[in-house]
């Protein structure tokens, strides 16, 4: 094989297996590639096409002071017994519905919890009037539904709970996203110029492998066919490799953390464990039921926050009966679309004696807590604001075009490969092309 030794002292031996490695998991993983690019494009303005979608629910025209959230919460809780509330807002905005996340009581007869077919309300927070529910898990296209349905595929493949866990869809696209950070590796070392036949001067190697290496970036426009599927896929993938070489590395921080991140990190760095990381959640299917309320986690995380110096108020407060802990957030109200771009707080009130838990607070902590804390805002882009969630939307379509191309480079080599002349064996060479 001849050799060629690039600038950083590699060389390409090692070039057929890229080969290889790209062409199948870049296949395997082209459909969930393709459907988290589309859907990832979308949902970068979830909050503004969900509430174009379905106005009529959550946007409201009365005026008047608004209401205490608790008293919303009340009211939400006697239209209807068979519920129990999950998440509270408590930054209500004058024109906007109130959205409360509620879940089924235990049925006392059966044990069982009863059967909804909603999970989120709305509610008009001057005059506690329900304006609309739906059922954020149903698998459902319309106006109502849409949103909530895109992001549970982007998230988990909106794969249903069996064998005991609802986990399935996080691990599976938890592992594509670490399969695709490989791929991406591999992709960027295939865009090296090939070795030549003789070797370049040492002193002119670097400059020269750089002049070769240019082509690589630009696109053969009118070349057409597949010479353009190719330079498109090639060209663009170099473009935007480092931005998606960190979505898909935070992908697979955010998916699999619980399992695989936070426990390799807390081995490579010093970390700062909270209460999602010490405590063990309770079985699927199971609710470990509070002995605090709403009303009291509220003040004590109000207290508490005051005391930290928190720069918000309480903002939301979410109560999911997995852990045994209330979340409540503290974020700017007029801007609750940048809340993940480093703009939330979190404290943890222990739902048996109130006690503060820890706090989840930007910028905080250990170097690992930072990078931990940098996951979400990384890859939903909210961490460069409006630019950001411009820059997502545009890497979703990106994304989908790459894995499409790719599939049509292959498909064009497959198609190539089939007609080539059939090979014959030779006692003394082993194969050669048989005469046409």
Known sequence: MIRQTFPDGRTARLRPLYVVMHRWVGLSIAAFVVIAGLTGAIISWDREIDEWLNADIMRTQADGP???????????????????????????????????????????????????????????????????????????????????????????????????????????????????????????????????????????????????????????????????????????????????????????????????????????????????????????????????????AVEIARQEARRRGFPFPPAGIYYGGGYRFYNVSFFDPADEAGAQGMGLSNLYIDGDDGSVLGEYRPWHGTAADVFVQLQLPLHSGRILGLTGRILMSFMGLAVALLALTGIMIWNRKRKGRSRKPPVARTARDGYQASPM
């Open 66 to 296: 608004l209401l205490d959230p608790l008293v919303l919460g009340a009211r939400v809780l006697a239209s209807d017994p068979r519920i129990e509330i999950s998440y509270m807002p408590l930054a209500l905005e004058p024109g906007h519905a109130a959205s409360f996340l509620v879940r089924p009581r235990p049925d006392p007869a059966t044990g069982t919890p009863f059967r909804l077919d909603y999970d989120n309300v709305f509610v008009d927070p001057v005059t506690g009037r329900i304006t609309g529910r739906r059922d954020s898990r149903a698998v459902s296209f319309s106006r109502r539904n849409l949103m909530p349905f895109l992001r549970s595929i982007h998230e988990s493949l909106h794969l249903p709970a069996f064998l005991g866990t609802d986990r399935w869809g996080y691990w599976i696209t938890g592992s594509v996203a670490l399969l695709w950070v490989l791929d991406s590796l591999v992709a960027m070392c295939l865009t090296w110029p090939l070795p030549l036949k003789k070797a370049v001067q040492p002193v002119r190697a670097p400059a020269h492998w750089l002049r070769r290496w240019r082509p690589s970036w630009g696109v053969r426009w009118r070349a057409g066919g597949y010479r353009l599927t190719f330079d498109v896929h090639r060209a663009v993938g170099l473009w935007v490799w480092g931005v998606i070489l960190i979505i898909a590395f935070t992908s697979f921080s955010l998916n699999l953390y619980r399992e695989v991140f936070y426990p390799a990190l807390s081995l490579l760095s010093q970390t700062t464990p909270g209460p999602y990381e010490t405590q063990v959640p309770a079985p699927y299917g199971t609710r470990i039921q509070p002995k605090i309320g709403f009303a009291q």
